[in-house]
């Protein structure tokens, strides 16, 4: 956890937003919400909801700015703030347009009970107008300035997100509570949120925002939020509420930690051996084409192993390549942080152009017109280094962080292997023989991967993959989410091994409707039940089960399966191993 963020201080903050540039705040605050931009192109962007659609002088600039901006958190990851944007900006559905002038509206509740929207009046007059929204008494201002209102937006929406919460119902809360809240805590300088008749104030404190629903339509007196589980506890001992574990909501989202390691020092692994450790730099030579040397504000670049094309990246967040024979070229706009290292590798007809930035994203482009909208990986440290081969096995690229973490992929799996190296890597080479030079300012050591150890469970990603998961049914839709939670069971994060099952609940399980990614998962679901060392034992063996209590082909899936199951409930296995599968068995011959 990162120091201590008083919220108490933020109506100081808030007045001061003004001078600092327009979304610079919203910016900070989303971060330290929990909230982490994830590069790549946004999911929802003005462009895809109106096609063709220019604004004129009667849309807020300020509003556009907001759609444009690459920190727009709603824009890229709408889901955690379930509402619906309205772009255009258009006038109030099932609502009265105020007597004396006309509404724009820009947001609505997710249910459409609110709108959100500006006078036109003001718009022609401001480039970031107040924000009003429709309530019992009529169209009521809710912040100052579009700005501050997607800003109000973000704390009110973030925090249960990312944060520990609780929510105290208003028969817990007595006038001697907000009395502690009032002398205890600061508000925050936003207006009260009108959203649903709760009319809540915002207050805050060292790591701790709470919401006081003072309106009739809030059934949560008080909504505690905290950045840790000892902050909340802190906040709900002095407000003076009384809980249970049970009331206590924690992050459905946690940041991956920043690696703490040592200084790069070679070291013997099972997944390779150390060769020289004064071997020579085998990053392949940078043929001579025409155009980097003219490239404004250079960053970084490098060139394939067979010296067929050159890739740079710049501070803007651009990649370009060149052909060495002069038959292609290009530019793209892949980071919005300074590119800091780049990869080239030839991939069947084509080339894999890598490149990674400041932020630690990571991204490949073909060249063509096409690229994938989410990065292929990030951290929350800068990527210091790329290196890319074909091995016997296929393509591979490795990344360094400046945390000291190096991540191999096998590409045509995304099978990966963390190497945690250490700090200081300033270069990595990696060799069709699978030899791994690592380069630090004392030298370059030469690492020998041993590609079956390094990924053993490639097989099961390559399989994984093989089947046409979008053409296949979930809960939710086509099962486009499937293999990438499928190959996520494969790791060691227990956390992660975990989310990924409860996530796979969801989308395979009905006991209603059958459910075609089901039956194809129910395979790979028993294989890594197989598997000794998988980090969800005891919710996948559940999991599996309830499959079983689908109509369709999935029940049938699992009853294949169960002999090869049936041994978990031998005494030999854990209690909650045991019951799982007298679940299983119980289910399978019911």
Aim: charged share 25%.
């Amino acid at each position: 956890m990162n120091k201590i963020i008083d919220f108490g201080l933020f109506a100081g903050r808030l007045a001061g937003a003004g001078d600092r540039g327009r979304w610079v705040l919203l910016r900070e605050v989303q971060r330290e919400l929990g909230y982490e931009e994830p590069g790549g192109e946004p999911l929802i962007t003005r462009q895809g909801e109106a096609p063709g659609f220019e604004p004129g002088d009667d849309v807020p600039a300020a509003l556009v700015e907001w759609w444009d901006w690459h920190g727009n958190s709603f824009a890229y990851r709408p889901r955690l703030y379930w509402t619906h944007p309205h772009w255009p900006p258009a006038a109030p559905e099932a609502f009265e347009q105020p007597s004396d002038d006309e509404i724009r509206v820009i947001m609505s509740e997710y249910q459409y009970v609110h709108q959100w929207g500006y006078f036109v009046s003001e718009a022609e007059e401001w480039p970031d107008p107040p924000v009003w929204v429709n309530t019992s008494d009529g169209w009521v201002v809710q912040s100052d300035s579009i700005s501050e209102f997607f800003l109000q937006l973000a704390v009110e929406r973030l925090p249960a997100h990312f944060w520990w919460t609780m929510r105290v119902e208003r028969e817990h809360v007595d006038d001697a509570m907000v009395d502690r809240l009032r002398a205890n805590y600061q508000e925050m300088g936003l207006p009260a949120w009108q959203e649903m008749a709760t009319d809540a104030l915002s207050y805050g404190g060292p790591d701790v925002i709470i919401r006081h629903g003072r309106g009739p339509g809030a059934d949560y007196a008080l909504v505690v939020h905290a950045r840790t589980r000892d902050g909340l506890l802190q906040a709900l001992g002095t407000l003076g509420v009384e809980w249970t574990d049970k009331d206590i909501q924690s992050p459905a989202e946690t940041p991956t930690p920043v690696e703490d390691l040592p200084a790069f020092a070679p070291a013997a692994d099972p997944r390779w051996e150390v060769g020289s450790t004064s071997a020579a730099l085998a990053v392949p030579a940078i043929p001579q084409v025409s155009g980097p040397e003219a490239l404004a504000n250079h960053t970084a670049s490098a060139a394939d192993r067979d010296a067929t094309v050159v890739v740079a990246g710049d501070a803007g967040g651009d990649v370009h390549f060149w052909t060495v024979d002069g038959s292609r070229s290009g530019s793209r706009h892949l980071h919005h942080a300074p590119v800091t290292a780049v990869t080239a590798h030839r991939s069947g007809t084509g080339v894999l152009l890598w490149s990674g930035d400041a932020d630690g994203v990571l991204r490949y482009w073909t060249g063509g017109d096409v690229v994938a909208r989410v990065p292929f990986a990030r951290r929350r440290t800068p990527v210091t280094a790329l290196a890319s081969a074909v091995l016997e096995t296929g393509p591979a690229v490795a990344a360094a962080w400046r945390e000291g973490l190096v991540t191999i992929w096998d590409v045509d799996t995304e099978a990966r292997a963390d190497l945690r190296l250490g700090t200081g890597i300033e270069t990595l080479a990696l060799r069709a023989d699978a030899a791994l030079h690592v380069t630090t300012e004392h030298g370059t050591t030469e690492l020998r991967l041993d590609v079956n150890a390094l990924w053993p469970e490639r097989t099961f990603f390559r399989r994984v993959h093989e089947v046409e998961w979008d053409d296949l049914g979930t809960n939710h839709g086509p099962g486009y989410e499937v293999p990438d939670l499928l190959t996520t069971l494969t790791t060691d994060d227990e956390d992660a091994a975990q989310k990924a099952v409860k996530r796979l609940y969801e989308l395979l399980v009905s006991k209603h409707a059958e459910n075609s990614a089901a039956a194809a998962a129910v395979p790979f679901l028993v294989e890594r039940m197989l598997v000794p060392t998988n980090r969800a034992h005891n919710t996948l063996l559940l999991l599996i089960a309830d499959i079983a209590n689908g109509p369709g082909a999935e029940r049938d899936a699992v009853i294949a399966a169960l002999p090869s199951l049936r041994h978990f409930f031998d005494e030999e296995h854990p209690g909650n191993i045991r019951w799982a599968a007298n679940e299983l068995i119980t289910i399978c011959e019911s």
